[in-house]
């Protein structure tokens, strides 16, 4: 299959429009990271998916949803999730909320469970695609499974190339990490994976697989990964942050949002760099560098 790269214009949208809903898979930037988008009520082209990606079938998919309207024909929201909706959205932010028992999604979607991840997105690119096919887009990360999240254009070509046909190019993404997702299910707010959006709940310590990015191995490059480094040894790519430099940096300043929006950027780098071993200097586990701990976390742990 060739995959064709095309810039982000109405032309663009249209011809990723026509290839969804004859039952294609196209990726797409969002403001977080590239997604791979298919027609979630179709459950041959979500298929196409998880082939695309490797994925395993017990890991369920975020749906990119219009707004809040389009997200209450699908999932059950009570008052606070509702609240967080109305807060957040369009934004980072996924609920994982009960799934309606008519909602027209495909079962292999939300691999059997009976909740569903609902997320309204707000970059130009994929609002316009939704708005476009009219209906709910399921669409992880735009990458090979387990594999460092794409955001840019050429990180999808690279991982995916001769998979999907068509890549929509909308430059870097802004945040540059997944949606904080949160489980409200019934009983307290559950963390279920940290991420931009600061939300108060309990951070989830259960190994059951509720949502994408809880795998204790995910977002990982092919090189072995050393955290919370002061000195690389000779081998290692050194990604530093504030004062310990490295070869390239999260963030000089310190900065932990300019750091996660840099995070996946260059851990492709090193990943593509002649040294065989990556490290990365220590970020603090507060607020946004929580978020940007569980991904080195994870990218760390080898299955």
């Known amino acids: 299959m060739e995959t064709r790269v095309l810039p982000f214009t109405d032309e663009s949208i249209a011809e990723a429009a026509r ?34 990606k490797g994925r395993p079938a017990f890991n369920p998919l975020i749906v990119h949803v219009t707004d809040f309207d389009m997200a209450m024909r ?3 929201f009570g008052n606070e999730a509702a609240a967080l909706a ?13 799934l309606r028992e008519n909602a027209e999604i495909a079962s292999i979607v939300t691999a059997g469970l009976p909740t569903i991840g609902l997320r309204v997105p707000a970059h130009p690119a994929m609002q316009a695609l939704l708005y476009t096919v009219g209906r709910p887009l399921a669409a992880p990360s735009a990458n090979v499974s387990g594999s460092i999240s794409p955001t840019r254009a050429e990180h999808v070509l690279k991982s995916l190339a001769g998979r999907i046909p068509l890549i929509i190019d909308g430059g870097p993404t802004e945040r540059g990490l997944e949606s904080t997702i949160v ?6 707010l559950r963390l279920l994976r940290p ?17 994408p990015g809880q795998l204790a191995s995910h977002y990982a490059p092919a090189k ?3 955290l919370n480094v002061n000195e690389a040894a000779p ?35 090193a990943d593509s760099s002649s040294k065989p071993r990556i490290a ?16 080195l976390r994870r990218a760390a742990t080898k299955p």
């Open 280 to 295: 990365v200097a220590p970020v603090p586990d507060d607020a946004l560098g929580a978020a940007i701990n569980d991904r």
């Open 235 to 269: 081998d290692e790519y050194l990604i530093g942050f504030g004062p310990i430099s490295g070869d390239a940096s999260l963030s000089p300043s310190g900065d932990l949002v300019e750091a996660a929006a840099h995070l996946f950027d260059l851990l492709h780098q």
């Open 224 to 226: 072995p990964l050393r």
């Open 183 to 188: 489980a409200a299910t019934g009983g307290p």
């Open 74 to 76: 699908i999932g059950r």
């Open 195 to 211: 991420g931009p959006i600061m939300v108060d709940a309990e951070l989830e310590s259960g190994t059951k697989v509720e949502a």
């Open 19 to 52: 290839l969804i809903l004859g039952g294609e898979a196209v990726a797409v930037p969002t403001e977080t990271v590239y997604g791979l988008a298919a027609d979630a009520a179709n459950a041959e082209a979500v298929a196409r998916i998880y082939e695309a």
């Open 86 to 98: 109305e807060e957040h959205w369009p934004g980072p932010l996924t609920l994982v909320v009960p």
